[in-house]
């Protein structure tokens, strides 16, 4: 039996297994058990293919043959047998964002794109504009910018502003790999899109990648017009990390504190959405509180967090903790959403759940009554857990 086919199927293997059941939500084994999962528990039939490939590979080498041929494809079949479990795990999705936003989301999963086009790598339908700078912090303060090919000039749409995840001082943050489905898709339906990057440590601390996201946001008002969009109505979207600064951006409104040198300018948001969001503090510069619970006491903008139930890597608890702390502190619409069998970072694909949370996102944002102040005045259809 060829050793690269039996670690092909090991690791599909334990990608089924972890995603069936993960062994541990915490520590380095809840970061391990996040890594080996994450691609089968969004998309089983993508790591069927990768394993189906494999098999292929092997019989064309001839490495395969009589009784290690049915044994192959036993090990090419038998991890995938939890898939079931899985696709229905998924499917309920659109219940668990329906009850809390409080209106109907449902509609059927785009299948076609699930099964053969689950990697949001293009849209024909969207032109892309990159590398575009909003601030003096080089490459580090730059943006990608998506609206529809066709029409995108028109005017009005809404903006986007999407922040990537990826931590903020191990791992290395890009722009443009999270969330792709999601900027693409509200791009083709005439949004204007944004994905931005912000400084890391060691190079900066707290409070500097705020200040960064505050100054995407003014740069957004100042531009979305000549792209087609309404600077009065900007969501700003983050994935992990990245959904702690837009919270954190959605809690500080306007205090100049974190807007040094352009103290006056309007940072406020219509809306603010964290999906799978590290939550926690940081080390900061001036020992200045780092963490979106230290903010939150002071108001929201509308907010949206999306958590999985079977996240390994971020707190469930944590992400609970914070919606109902900003529900205590905001007459604002707070809707918290778990959702059912999600693992960290499911926003990488295009899948069955990540799907319905784009729907419930688009659900959300058409619901506020975009503001002529700060903050939108509350929707009572929004509010709920």
Request: glycine share 10%.
């Amino acid at each position: 039996m060829p050793v690269g086919f039996l670690i092909t199927a090991g690791l599909a293997a334990l990608g089924m297994a972890a995603s069936l059941r993960p062994p541990s939500r915490s520590g380095l084994l809840g970061l391990a058990t996040w890594i080996v999962s994450a691609i089968t528990n969004e998309s089983p039939f993508l790591a069927f293919y990768w394993m189906g490939a494999s098999t292929l590979l092997a019989l064309s080498q001839g490495d395969l043959r009589g009784a290690q041929l049915w044994v192959a494809l036993g090990l090419t079949v038998a991890p995938f047998l939890g898939t079931p479990v899985l696709v229905r795990r998924s499917l309920r999705a659109a219940a668990a964002i329906e009850q809390p936003l409080g209106r109907s989301i449902a509609r059927k999963p785009p299948w076609a794109r699930v099964l053969f086009a689950p990697l949001p790598v293009f849209h024909p339908g969207v032109k892309s504009t990159s590398n575009l700078s909003y601030g003096d912090a080089g490459r580090r303060n730059r943006l990608d910018l998506y609206r529809r090919r066709r029409g995108g000039d028109s005017g009005g749409g809404p903006v986007l502003i999407h922040l990537h995840g990826g931590g903020f001082s191990f791992l290395p943050g890009r722009r443009s790999f999270y969330a792709r489905r999601l900027l693409f898709r509200l791009a083709r339906q005439g949004w204007v899109c944004i994905s931005a990057t912000y400084r890391l440590q060691p190079a900066a601390s707290f409070p500097d990648e705020l200040i960064d996201v505050k100054k995407a946001i003014v740069w957004a008002r100042a531009h979305a017009r000549e792209h087609g969009g309404d600077p009065d109505r900007i969501v700003l979207a983050g994935s992990s990390f990245g959904a702690r600064l837009a919270t954190l951006a959605g809690f500080t409104v306007n205090d100049p504190a974190f807007q040094p040198g352009f103290e006056q300018a309007d940072t406020s948001v219509a809306a603010v959405v964290g999906l799978y969001g590290y939550y926690g503090g940081i080390a900061s510069r001036r020992s200045l509180p780092s963490s979106p619970f230290d903010y939150a006491g002071r108001g929201s903008a509308p907010l949206l967090i999306v958590h999985g139930d079977q996240d390994t890597f971020t707190s469930t608890e944590h992400a609970r903790a914070l919606a109902e702390r900003a529900r205590s502190a905001t007459p604002n619409p707070v809707v918290y959403v778990e959702l059912p069998g999600a693992q960290h970072s499911f926003d990488l694909l295009s899948s069955i759940r990540f799907e319905a949370v784009i729907d419930g996102i688009e659900a959300f944002a058409a619901s506020i009554a975009v503001p002529d102040s700060t903050i939108a005045q509350p929707n009572p259809l929004l509010i709920g857990r």
